[in-house]
């Protein structure tokens, strides 16, 4: 069945940093791929999302490309800052409707 | 601002209880879901509803139920409680369009 699967974390940068965090996915048919992020003690928010083949998704600095020919959508940051500690979420949806979504990375940037 | 909405937003309840948790979407929204999130198990789908219907099932315990109503708020029946039911319960809402999903703030549920 269809699934992503996503960097372990967690993850620690220093600002400023360059930020990567992998996610791959596997799915019949041509999904469309988001990054949610997760800030503490609050809900998933839609960071970015892509509907087809080769389609960038950008918002605050972040960006990340559907590359059918490699499954995957990884998720990328020239300069993270403090405010950008959260937790990452990638995910699928798929031709029948259905949303997967990873496991989840923990981001922490330290000052 | 999401547009869902979850009440609560915290539950305290002892085990073998029953609990009701309610969602929300988005105005026009047909599709909810429900997720359950705990630490040890990242985002846990658990079951999706379509315009009243159900759509599909996850990982959802013969002791959780759901409905959706007519006026396509629903919710989400947790019985026989146990300490590893506490979690966050997510409710997330679409469209039935190539596009994302709108979460609410979620219920802390906490099982003692």
């Known amino acids: 069945g269809d699934s992503v699967t996503q960097m372990e974390g967690p993850v620690t940068l220093s600002e400023e940093a360059f930020l990567t965090i992998n996610c791959t996915y596997t799915a019949t048919g041509y999904p469309s791929l988001f990054w949610y992020v997760q800030y503490p003690g609050e809900g998933l928010q839609l960071l970015l999302k892509?509907?087809?083949?080769?389609d960038k998704g950008s918002n605050k600095g972040f960006e990340a490309t559907y590359r059918k020919e490699t499954t995957s959508f990884h998720l990328e940051k020239g300069s993270v800052q403090v405010s950008d500690s959260a937790v990452y979420f990638c995910?699928?949806?798929?031709?029948?409707?259905?949303?997967?979504f990873g496991t989840g990375t923990s981001l922490t940037v330290i000052p | 601002d999401s547009g869902v909405t979850q009440t609560p937003k915290h539950l305290i309840t002892a085990t073998g209880q029953r609990v009701t948790l309610r969602c929300s979407p988005r105005s026009g929204d047909l599709s909810v879901y429900w997720y359950q999130q705990s630490l040890d198990q990242g985002l846990q789908f658990l079951i999706q509803?379509?315009?009243?219907?159900?759509?599909a099932k996850g990982n959802i315990l013969e002791r959780f139920s759901a409905q959706q109503f007519p006026d396509l708020h629903s919710e989400l029946n947790l019985s026989s409680l146990e300490l590893g039911d506490s979690a966050l319960y997510f409710c997330a809402s679409s469209v039935p369009l190539n596009t994302e999903a709108f979460f609410g703030q979620g219920t802390r549920l906490t099982v003692v």
């Open positions: 892509a509907t087809k083949a080769d």
């Open positions: 995910a699928l949806r798929d031709t029948g409707n259905q949303f997967y």
């Open positions: 509803y379509y315009n009243g219907e159900e759509r």
